[in-house]
């Protein structure tokens, strides 16, 4: 669904079966539709927009100067969006639920313990092609902290196996990110033995495709991941920016420039990729008050 279509339904929604007074309905629609021209500026679209593009969205207003009254009332405005889209036109995460008004306290991020992420990884069984292309599809993920839309869009030469790097683009811009052994790995045993099969047409240029042969989708691959966390038994609701998440997280608790966690990620501002920092402490000041003798 583009921008547009998302705007009529959602005025015709607001109108028709909200029955918003004409002062509520005018605020909102003007509140949307900015937000559709920074989308717009960005080639993205509303229905595919991440938990990062509206904190950065947010973010952007802030810097602008807009007063906290009106950022406030952009966050609400988004909130009703996004709750619509997922109620009525079948968009599956709501990238708007973690999103606070400065008056409140600002939400950090779930991720996954390393033991977590290990689980999750080991569930794809490489016994079939569906079984191979999910496992590169979730190693690729964890070893670059992409979001799911960049991934999806990744086309087979984006991939170097020889450099263990990935060209990722988005928002009009480039950027290369590392990947580890194993996820070279399954990349390489999935472009050789699995992909070849899976094709519809020679001439495909996407890197991951679904069982009909052609470029996976953002909510097929996030039904698949939430199968695997069913399989795996994890009781936290893993999205696939979860794995993002965590990717940030673990970097920082190991002991990686935060500076270059916000380039892998991709963010534009380094207060985007500072939460993580704030997760950590939090995550010390919990250990600590479990374990210390005193505490």
């Not at 309905?25 to 900015?34: E, K, V, W």
């Not at 990110?177 to 045993?189: G, R, T």
């Amino acid at each position: 669904m583009d921008n547009e279509h998302c705007l009529e339904a959602f005025e015709h929604y607001l109108k028709e079966e909200k029955k918003a007074s004409a002062n509520t309905l005018s605020s909102y629609m003007r509140d949307i539709r900015q937000f559709s021209s920074f989308m717009g500026s960005h080639g993205e679209e509303i229905f595919e927009a991440d938990d990062d593009i509206l904190s950065e969205y947010i973010a952007h207003l802030r810097a602008e100067g807009k007063s906290v009254a009106t950022v406030s009332r952009s966050i609400a405005s988004l909130k009703n969006l996004y709750a619509f889209l997922c109620l009525r036109k079948g968009l599956e995460h709501n990238p708007a639920a973690h999103l606070v008004t400065d008056k409140s306290k600002q939400k950090l991020p779930q991720i996954l313990t390393n033991e977590e992420v290990e689980l999750l990884l080991q569930q794809p069984e490489c016994v079939d092609l569906k079984g191979y292309r999910d496992k590169a599809m979730l190693e690729m993920l964890y070893a670059t902290g992409m979001r799911v839309t960049e991934m999806i869009d990744l086309n087979v030469d984006d991939v170097n196996l020889v450099a263990a790097v990935v060209r990722c683009h988005s928002r009009g811009k480039e950027r290369m990110i590392p990947m580890y052994a194993a996820a070279v790995q399954a990349l390489n045993e999935y472009l050789t033995l699995v992909r070849p099969q899976m094709i519809a047409i020679p001439q495909e240029t996407a890197l991951f495709v679904n069982v009909g042969g052609e470029r996976m989708s953002r909510q097929g691959f996030w039904k698949l991941i939430k199968q695997y966390q069913k399989k795996a038994g994890i009781e936290k609701d893993i999205t696939p920016h979860t794995l993002r998440h965590s990717f940030a997280a673990h970097l920082l608790q190991n002991g990686a420039d935060i500076h270059a966690i916000q380039e892998m990620l991709g963010h534009a501002d380094l207060s985007s990729t500072q939460v993580y920092s704030q997760l950590v402490k939090k995550q010390l000041k919990d250990v600590y008050n479990r374990a210390h003798p005193r505490a």
